[in-house]
């Protein structure tokens, strides 16, 4: 390898190792060499120009992008062409810190101090792999998986210093694709042969995807006899012991996972869903502030992660077995939330998003929580009417907390007209978020069913001039979405209707008309609604004092 013709980027933020590494390319030949001290400042460099080697510093600053987040951003927005090579390097080497270096898939990780011999030694080595693999990589990056799978197999049928590379991308390959059996075709050597980690991995999480979770455990077990570090396996246990329905151990092996090495997103979104399943909701707050804090420097950033943070505090909240509890989550969620007014991650990624809106929902919730119905509703109404307002389409961030509320309220066809939109936007909601609707939507089920059948046969009876059976119905229906707009102006409808054929209102339908008053009263409603309420309200003060 001739480093005289090759672009160098060095990011590092201390000077004078800078000046080091700047040197030591130097006199491997390098001469054209760029320095940079920050990961923001070299995403801007990459924007212009291509790089053929990139060494970075995994700490760039507390407040600044690591090189962690760098790497994710360059290759996700691909920044870098597919033959760069990116080789990380750091003075730490906890185990955590060396683990999360290696999930981000630089082409090396090197730990200080180092030699001029090793690092040139590296990057000669990840060069000559890429320059080998550089047509499969491109077709992956353009998306051509079939093309780039056909041309591996041709790289496979001569033999190479890169076999086991080829393998690697293979399978990965045919798990984008969808056919983990023949994965499992190209791992069949690995199975009963030798020991190599990636392939034994890669091995059990084949067989997680083929639903052979005994297989998937096995080889996982195996792999820890020999590795009992590999944060890998342990995710692998976790996720086939859930799909056994085995809870306790899934937990186990998730909390393990995030042990060894807490800096993976995936892992933590796969801790939310355990814990979530497993009613382990402060496992699920958790690794909700850690997604947060891995993402809000990086590519993947979204309001959505502080959302989360929030949400699953009040989760907590929700489920907690005694007030003194219920409180200190609540509190612990309106803490964040007043910090999010000042968090200059959040102003910067997401300038439109509206704290003051979101707190709204916040409070809506809150007042759910502690069976404040009432209270509840008229936050949210509040809030819908602040989103209307400000947004000709209602930003994701807002709509879980806004569905949460819906469900508790009994506002189900909102809550589905809500869930709709968001199926429409497709892969805009973050994974922490939809797991936690599809747990409510499971669980209101049975509730909007209900619902639903007595609604229907109220206006049925209605329809048939049977008042008081229609009353009946609508309040069975009542019973299962508690402050429903439109169930309440139903009940008086029909209470009208009942005083209307009587000429006059006994005490109990007084005291009736009054409750469903104040279901609706002070709400901002829907145009047909409002209508509605205003003409049922003037009839029936004909009847009744206010």
Known sequence: ???????????????????????????????????????????????????????????????????????????????????????????????????????????????????????????????????????????????????????????????????????????????????????????????????????????????????????????????????????DAHDILAQAQQKLDDGEKALDAIKEAIKLSPYSLLRHFKACEIGRLNDDLVLAANSSLAIWNLSKRSVHKTSLHWCGIIRSLLDVAECAEDRKQRNKYQQEALLTLQRGKFDEHLQKMDRDFDVDIFGTIVNARISAIDGKLIDAKRHLSTSQTMLDEKYTEVPTAFIPDSINVMYKLGEFDDALQLTSLLESRH????????????????????????????????????QQKDYERAKASFAL???????????????????????????????????ECKRLFKLIDDMSLKAPYNEKYTNLRDELSKYIGF
């Open 1 to 231: 390898m001739q480093f005289s013709n090759k672009q160098v980027l060095i990011v590092e933020d201390q000077r004078p190792f800078l000046l080091l590494l700047k040197g030591l390319m130097h006199s491997m030949g390098a001469s054209d060499v760029v320095t940079k001290s920050s990961a923001e400042q070299a995403v801007s460099l990459c924007k212009k120009h291509k790089f053929d080697v990139i060494i970075c510093d995994l700490h760039l600053g507390a407040d600044n992008k690591s090189g962690y987040e760098l790497i994710e951003e360059l290759r996700t927005r691909r920044l870098i062409n597919p033959t760069s090579v990116f080789i990380l390097i750091s003075a730490d080497s906890a185990r955590p810190i060396v683990l999360g270096s290696i999930e981000r898939r630089p082409d090396d990780f090197l730990v200080k101090p180092f030699s001029q011999v090793q690092l040139k030694s590296r990057i000669i080595r990840a060069w000559q792999k890429r320059q080998f693999l550089q047509q499969a990589y491109s077709l992956i990056e353009q998306g051509e998986c079939n093309s780039a799978i056909d041309h591996i197999e041709s790289l496979l049928d001569s033999p190479s210093h890169y076999k086991g590379h080829c393998e690697q991308l293979l399978v990965e390959l045919y798990w984008r694709i969808g056919q983990p059996e023949k994965a499992l075709d190209v791992l069949n050597d690995y199975i009963d042969g030798k020991p190599v980690l990636w392939a034994q991995i890669a091995i059990a999480k084949t067989y997680l995807q083929l639903n052979e979770l005994d297989k998937a455990i096995t080889t996982a077990k195996r792999t820890l006899k020999r590795n009992r570090f590999n944060a």
């Open 427 to 462: 892969d805009e909601l973050d994974q922490n978020s939809a797991n936690m609707l599809e747990t409510q939507a499971h669980n209101a089920r049975k509730s909007i069913a209900s619902y639903q059948q007595f609604n229907r046969e109220g206006i049925q009876h209605y």
């Open 477 to 511: 229906a009542q019973g299962f979405a508690p402050v429903n707009t439109g169930v309440a102006l139903n009940l008086l409808q029909c209470l009208l209707q009942i005083v209307i054929k009587e000429d006059k209102a006994e005490m109990k339908l007084t005291n």
